[in-house]
């Protein structure tokens, strides 16, 4: 079956410009994690959905990113007046969260290279 | 707050080599451990995991034994290939909450024939 997907894939971008950061997980899973991998700063959790709300937001690195999911599937993560320090890798993983069950595997998407000049 | 640390790489080694890549952690209850694989190109994979104490995780010829008196997830492997050569990353996951992995910094393994 189909993997989680993201997109784009590359984004280069001007100081200052906004930028949206799309995911789609395993259809299903209604557990979605947003985290980013940069040079210096290994892999941080950035926010976690459930369903459609957000319950942890607790690695956004600043007002300046929100992120928002719909109809329990498809995830935008927004970036506003990007900063050369936003330049790193975001991915998106799902997991299934049955309900009682603690244990569920996370799965990664491809993730998208932000690039802020 | 909860931590992974492994060790730094690159690791380079000779095909048929033995493996061995360091991972300590610290949480403050009892999480799940996991080892992800990145290799070049690709997004994470899990490699394998254990969820409890002196659970063995196992795959593709990698094991990593779930070790809370030292509080220690190491990864092993008899005789790496070539084709291992990737990323590898430490994580833990505390099974309470919302159950956010925490990853270590990751260790490249560079693999020649």
């Known amino acids: 079956g189909a993997g989680v997907s993201q997109s784009p894939s590359n984004k280069v971008t001007e100081k200052g410009k906004d930028v949206e950061l799309r995911c789609d997980p395993i259809?299903?899973?209604?557990?979605l994690y947003w985290y980013r991998q940069s040079l210096g700063q290994g892999l941080e959790f950035l926010i976690y959905?459930?369903?459609?709300?957000?319950?942890?937001k607790s690695g956004l690195p600043s007002d300046r990113f929100s992120a928002e999911r719909t109809g329990g599937s498809v995830s935008t993560l927004t970036i506003q007046r990007t900063q050369q320090e936003d330049s790193a890798v975001y991915l998106c993983?799902?997991?299934?969260?049955?309900?009682?069950?603690?244990?569920?595997?996370?799965?990664f998407g491809p993730g998208t290279r932000l690039t802020v000049l | 707050g909860d931590s992974v640390t492994q060790m730094e790489g690159p690791v380079t080694l000779s095909e048929e080599a033995f493996l061995t890549i360091n991972c300590t952690y610290t949480?403050?209850?009892?999480?799940?451990l996991f080892w992800y694989v990145q290799y070049p190109g690709e997004g994470l994979q899990l490699l394998l995991k254990?969820?409890?104490?002196?659970d063995k995780g196992s795959n593709k010829g990698f094991e990593a034994t779930y070790r809370k008196e030292t509080t220690s997830f190491h990864l092993e492997k008899g005789s790496v290939q070539v084709s291992d050569s990737a990323v590898y990353f430490c994580?833990?996951?505390?099974?309470?909450?919302?159950?956010?992995?925490?990853f270590g910094t990751g260790t490249r393994l560079l693999v020649s024939p």
């Open positions: 959905f459930q369903g459609n709300s957000a319950p942890d």
């Open positions: 254990a969820t409890k104490a002196d």
């Open positions: 259809s299903g899973h209604t557990a």
């Open positions: 994580a833990l996951r505390e099974n309470t909450g919302f159950q956010k992995l925490v």
């Open positions: 949480a403050t209850g009892y999480p799940s």
């Open positions: 993983a799902s997991s299934p969260r049955v309900a009682g069950a603690v244990k569920d595997t996370q799965y």
